[in-house]
């Protein structure tokens, strides 16, 4: 039987209470979701810790009077074309005609460890031509001018660049809610059923 949240919650109380523990929590969006959790970890005074990431500095500033906050720095532009680099590359070089619009490129993503997460997988699934590499550019240069403080560029030029078969697969996951299980043998049954997939990829991908 699944334990609600409040019991889930409750247990982890019970686990940590008298214990010196370190807990680790990513990407903590709102004060509100920190201060529901907050009160299940106990604090005895035994040099428990907590630790958690959000792109929020004002949760964090908010979180408690006493909380350290480590502000991470931008990458450089170099730490960047090496990033993209080593993404799209992996251990070989860049070859000489990509190296100016590459540079380029990772430049446009003003230092954001995402971004250039995000382009290199762009280029490392397209041939390596300079027409190409031009074309991913000025998209990316079109869609920084309009907002440059939205990462919704990057997922629709994602996006734009994946094959058409993959296109309504990537679509289709807007069906499952947010921070939920997804069922991997459901999905690719709907998959079948929408016609995305054929029966004998459904056989391959399920043996993966």
């Keep these: 039987m699944a334990m609600d949240d409040e019991s889930l919650a409750v247990d982890l109380y019970k686990s940590l209470k008298g214990r010196r523990y370190l807990i680790v929590m990513d990407d903590i969006w709102d004060i509100n979701a920190w201060n529901d959790l907050k009160r299940y970890f106990p604090n005895h005074n035994v040099g428990s810790r907590i630790l958690f990431t959000s792109r929020n500095k004002e949760v964090s500033l908010k979180a408690s009077p006493r909380c350290v906050t480590n502000v991470l720095p931008f990458l450089l532009e170099v730490e ?49 031509k300079k027409h190409l590499w031009l074309e991913v550019a000025k998209n990316l240069s079109s869609h920084i001018s309009r907002d440059p403080n939205n990462c919704n560029y990057l997922l629709e030029l994602s996006y734009n660049h994946l094959p058409i078969h993959l296109k309504p697969c990537f679509l289709y996951l807007g069906a499952f809610e947010e921070d939920r299980e997804m069922p991997v043998r459901k999905l690719i049954s709907l998959w079948v059923v929408e016609g995305f997939i054929k029966t004998e990829e459904q056989k391959s991908l399920e043996r993966m």
């Design 80 to 128: 960047c074309w090496e990033l993209l680099q080593r993404k799209v590359f992996l251990k070989e070089l860049c070859p000489q005609q990509l190296v100016d619009i590459g540079k380029q490129i990772a430049r446009n993503c003003h230092g954001l460890p995402l971004a250039v997460t995000v382009i290199a997988a762009v280029l490392a699934n397209i041939e390596k």
